[in-house]
């Protein structure tokens, strides 16, 4: 973890971006990491991505904040959806959100891998549609909202989404 005084100074050097990633579990075979060789031994901490996203909002004013990667289906839609909200809004604007891959994660939560494109779809459908015009209506294989309010919007008309998913 770093200081509320580098986190500031990062800011005010000019950086574009500063993102974090999201694991549950970190498993043995980091060697099957597909873009290179897995930087962070497997003892690292992973805390939780978001409330570090919203800590480093917290002192800075124009960096982006993104996620490397998050877990996407291996979240609710809707209390996804509500976090990033809440985020994009604390930060006025400036979140990204990147989803990604590892198996062990989707094993450790009960996922099978098989199912993780379609859940990664549906994920992104629904957090579209609870960032959208209200009152909200989406009906998936694993999100069915019918006519809630889900407030506040993003500030972005459009968050980005960003995929590093490995399809094979």
């Known amino acids: 973890m770093t200081s509320s005084r580098s986190r500031r100074f990062a800011d005010e050097a000019g950086l574009h971006s500063i ?27 992973w805390p939780d991505v978001l409330t570090v996203l919203a800590a480093v909002a917290a002192v800075t004013t124009r960096i982006r904040l993104a996620t490397g990667v998050i877990l996407l289906p291996l979240r609710p839609a809707v209390a ?34 098989g199912e993780r494109i379609a859940r990664f779809s549906e994920s992104v459908e629904a957090c579209r549609a609870i960032w959208g015009p209200q009152p909200v209506t989406f009906r998936g294989r694993r ?23 490995k399809l094979t």
């Open 19 to 45: 993102d974090f990633c999201e694991h549950f579990v970190i498993g043995k075979r980091t060697d099957r990491y597909p873009y290179g060789d897995f930087a962070h031994p497997r003892e690292t901490p």
């Open 80 to 113: 996804l959806a509500k976090a990033v909200a809440a985020l994009d809004v604390l930060s006025d604007g400036r979140v990204d959100l990147g989803v990604g891959w590892q198996p062990e994660d989707f094993a450790s939560a009960g996922v099978p891998w």
């Open 143 to 165: 999100t069915d909202i019918d006519g809630v309010f889900s407030l506040p919007r993003p500030i972005q008309d459009r968050l980005p989404i960003l995929f590093g998913v």
